[in-house]
């Protein structure tokens, strides 16, 4: 064997090159057609081969996450487990694909119990996606061993990227998709197909949004448009809260978070900052959370402004997050930037073309029950002659050539004529059998006419859409706000004037200038502030709140700080 002379610096980078591929295109981008990374369609796949629909009885994850690492899926059990935890997590998904029994993890970021003691089957759902697979619709390719065949991609109804959504990092880039209302993605698909040169202005007026599982408020709408014109945009996404009054105070309540914030880490993060006193204001923050819904609630300090208090949390934590938009995906084995029309075009080319396979198939087959019917026809027409014949053949074989030269039918009808059985001669079976070549030959006529015909074809894609919508239809979850300017905290706050007490041990309130009344004779009068013994008060003034009070060290630094953040003491 030879030595081989090659350039290390080409030969790395054609392994890495292959290497990223594998990652892009074998395991972190999903397919722009279906949807689903490569993990999610195995998974699928298993769980349709073990007859795990929503009307059968749940299996065990860990027989279903064997079944796939052990066909079609060479990688790690966790991996898989992962993929298929997800697919049945609510708020994760905009409509789930698998039904989970058991724990299968929590918004608060709780891990899911071990694979073997939970369950799964799939959702009806998921069956729109895996429809007609066995009818020939798409390609089947080699697993990873060549002992097997997995699907090339599944023959959806529906345009599960857009539904769904998909996040994913590969080698170099990244994928960050969305789910979405499935009514508007079907309004828009509809539109795309009546008229395939439609913009994407018009479809905007269909396509309002993501609209997320766990709800919250989009703010802008200017980052939607242009992820749908370009493939990448950013957006503003905020809790929804509300205000209420718990124990004669004021309360804020969050109902619903931005997508993808684990509720446990955000209670803390407010509390972290409550405790470093970077958020002044609240009293008590307790987790209200049940099977109906979120609810947390953040009880404020007598005195506090909610407003202030709810701009400064916005700031500071994950009740408003900026979810970026990426629309990648994968078209040909290549990775692909889509915008909203070409996403949506691709599922249409995708659904004409698993139609028309789908069409052909059950065509050949219609053609094929005719066919032999049409030889049982004959035979009928001319029963005793049949009869005679087979009666006086030594065997099948030349009965069968008799049969095929006597009435020119084919191998086949006459293989069907002797396999007759004596029943099927009675009035009433031939009656039945003359009306079901009748309803084949109106189904054959049916399923040529979708196959030359565009407008047929588009009609059946209309309907069936149009069924999805129908079953799977629900009200959008995620509210959309016009744009807003960020709004300044002092906006929030009246611009009242304050006294400003300073005391000789360097303590420092502030009272509204309001809380001073002209005082009878023999009144007690109002404390602007409590002082310590040894303390008194050295020094106040009169400002507004706006104010900025400057203050200089004994080192000589300038610190500045607002009127109205200076602690306000008790009258």
Known sequence: ??????????????SYLDYSMSVIVGRALPDVRDGLKPVHRRILYSMNELNLSPKSPYKKSARIVGDVIGKYHPHGDSAVYDALVRMAQSFSMRIPIVDGQGNFGSIDGDNPAAMRYTEARMT??????????????????????????????????????????????????ATNIPPHRIDEVIDASLLLLENPNSSVEELLDIVKGPDFPTGGIIYGKSGIFEAYRKGRGRIKVRAKLHYEKVNSRDAIVIDELPYQVNKARLLEQIANLVRSKSIDGISDIRDESDRKGIRVVIELKKGAIKEVVEKNLLKSTNLEITFSINLLAIKNYEPKLFNLVDILQEFISHRKEVITRRTTFELEKAKAKAHILEGVQVAISHIDEVVQIIKSSPNSSEAKEILSSKFELSQKQTSAILDMRLQKLTSFEIDRLLQELEELKKEIEYLQSILDSEEKLKDVIRKELLEIKSKYSSPRKTAIEED?????????????????????????????LSTYEKQKRGGKGKTAITTYEDDFVKDFFISNAHDTLLIITNFGQLFWLKVYKIPEASA
Do not use: H, Q, W
Not at 1 to 14: R, V
Not at 484 to 512: C, F, Q, S, W
């Open 484 to 512: 807003y300017d960020d709004i300044d905290v002092e906006d929030l706050i009246p611009n009242l004037p304050m006294v400003v007490t300073i005391t000789n041990n360097g303590y420092i309130k502030r009272v509204p």
């Open 124 to 173: 009806s759902y998921a069956e729109e996606l895996l429809r007609d697979i066995e009818k020939d619709t798409i390609n089947f390719i080699p697993n990873y061993d060549n002992s097997l065949e997995e699907p090339e991609v599944l023959p959806t109804r529906v345009p599960n990227l857009l539904i769904n959504g998909s996040n994913g990092i590969a080698v170099g880039m």
């Open 1 to 14: 064997m030879g030595i081989e002379n090659i350039d290390i610096s080409k030969s790395l980078e054609k």
